[in-house]
């Protein structure tokens, strides 16, 4: 396949700001007035992620991730739009986020989607608010996950450099 650098309709990049007193700081990572209108997230799970350990790339069918790179640490992310009726179908993204630029990164279903924490010794911390249980209800439903570590060639291109 080749990618085409470009937007990809859905995927919602958010700058986070950080309300800084003498105490330390607040951040807000997502608020129901600024989630798109139909999207609620069901649990909440954070991450560690050493440094130079890449964490996908895999899609989902249903489930739409909302992730929080904060800090600490720092990812390169890595997004393709796999869905076969998307204009933007083949493009590609690459971001940079975590504690030197926070963001919260809304990823539709269909996106493929990967991260690798870049930071020199410091693990990367990554909180995801999906709006799907991991294997539904009380864990019992297949994972709604496809994975596409086996196509090295197209994807992990983009992490050889680091």
Known sequence: MDFKKGN??????QRL??????????????R??????????????ISFTEPGVTRGPHEHVEQTDIFTFLGPGNFKVVLWDNRKDSPDNGNRMVLFAGKD??????????????????SRGES???????????AGKDKKEKVDEIRHEEEKDLFYK?????
């Open 8 to 13: 990809i309709q859905g995927v919602i990049i």
């Open 17 to 30: 700001v950080k309300f800084v007193d003498d105490r330390g700081y607040l951040v807000e990572t997502f």
């Open 158 to 162: 983009d992490f050889k450099k680091l």
């Open 124 to 134: 990367g911390m990554v909180v995801n608010y999906p709006n799907c249980l991991f």
């Open 101 to 118: 630029n926070p963001v919260t990164l809304i990823v539709p279903p269909g996106i493929v989607h990967a991260y690798r924490n870049v």
């Open 32 to 45: 129901k007035d600024t989630l798109p209108e139909n999207l609620m997230p069901q649990m909440s799970y």
